[in-house]
């Protein structure tokens, strides 16, 4: 078995908890963006998917994640692919045959919806899976998505600041104004509410909610800046959950094929040592991918680092 992750229980905000590094994966096959797909994840099934869900689901993963893209732009489908699943349909579809991780979108584009709507979704998707949804917002990146979706490109910051405490209202109470929604979600007062980006903008916004999805690597500028507009919020005493993307992927033992990119590799130990050396210690959740030839390859890989690597995390 992995190590205990901590959970994600009826009637309380996830918690990672000060002194946990807890890990999540963004998942394969739902997003096939050129610059970081295998070939296999092109032949992949639902199925696939739903084995490495359930991989993380038994290894003791906290979340995995799911992308948002709605329409991609002729200019950038060679780079970018066409293929970008709808994020909440996924996750719903994950959580029927999941029990335990959490269900993260990775991120969400508020700006181009109504937030009574984003509410409703996730809302929906914490009650239907027991209280495992975390709501992870962003500004969004491509220019030509919002043209064809009627939203100004160059106001989407803006936006997004104008409706996240909407969504946050709309998800902890049952009438927002006149109108009301149910189900209401299990988690209390809402789901958490994590934030993405690396710039100054996505950085202060983060420190308005419950957690910070770094583009990348933490960095230890980004977490003092966060650390310092919490204060000025007084909200320096709250829950807050910084993630960290791992740099390289990760495949566990000595690979047999052609890995074709820079890899982190080796013994669990080894691995561990190597996370903890690259994770700066403020870091709540580390995100982890992985180097596989295939899917069921890559649910082992899954599975791996959950049993054997997970547990020497904390150490």
């Known amino acids: 078995m992995g190590r205990e992750q901590p959970p994600l229980p009826s009637g309380a905000m996830l918690d990672i908890g ?27 099934t639902p199925a696939d998917l739903m084995r490495i869900a359930q991989a993380a689901d038994r290894s003791g993963y906290l979340y995995v994640a799911v992308c948002d893209h709605v329409a991609i732009p002729r200019d950038r489908a060679a780079a970018m692919s066409l293929w970008w699943q709808d994020t909440l349909t996924t996750l719903g579809y994950l959580a029927a045959g999941t029990e335990h991780v959490g269900l993260l979108s990775h991120v969400y584009v508020l700006a181009y919806r109504h937030p009574l ?26 220019e030509g998505e919002f043209d064809a979706l009627g939203v100004p490109f160059a106001e989407r910051g803006r936006i997004t600041d104008e409706k996240l405490p909407q969504l946050a209202d709309a998800l902890e109470h049952t009438y927002v104004g006149d109108v009301g929604a149910l189900p209401r979600p299990l988690q209390s007062p809402r789901p958490p509410i994590w934030i993405g980006g690396s710039g100054r903008p996505a950085l202060c916004r983060a420190a308005h909610y419950d ?7 933490a960095t230890a ?3 003092a800046t966060i650390a310092a507009f919490r204060e000025a919020l007084c909200r320096d005493d709250r829950p807050f959950t910084v993630g960290h993307v791992l740099t390289a992927p990760v495949h566990v033992g000595t690979p047999t094929f052609d890995l074709g990119r820079p890899c982190l590799t080796g013994s669990s130990e080894q ?8 994770v700066p210690t403020e870091v ?13 390859g890559y649910a082992e890989q899954v599975e791996a680092f959950g049993t054997e690597v997970g547990p020497l995390l904390g150490q």
């Open 271 to 278: 691995i561990a040592e190597a996370v903890r050396a690259e």
């Open 284 to 296: 709540s959740q580390v995100q982890v991918r992985f180097a596989a030839a295939s899917a069921a």
């Open 211 to 217: 957690g910070w999805l770094p583009q990348g690597p």
């Open 117 to 142: 709507v984003v509410a409703k979704g996730f809302a929906t998707l914490d009650h239907l899976s027991g209280g495992r949804a975390i709501v992870g917002v962003g500004t969004g990146h491509v």
């Open 221 to 223: 500028e980004a977490i």
């Open 18 to 44: 000060r002194g946990t590094l807890a890990f999540g994966m963004q998942l394969p096959i739902q997003t096939q963006t050129t610059l970081l797909a295998s070939e296999w994840e092109a032949h992949a």
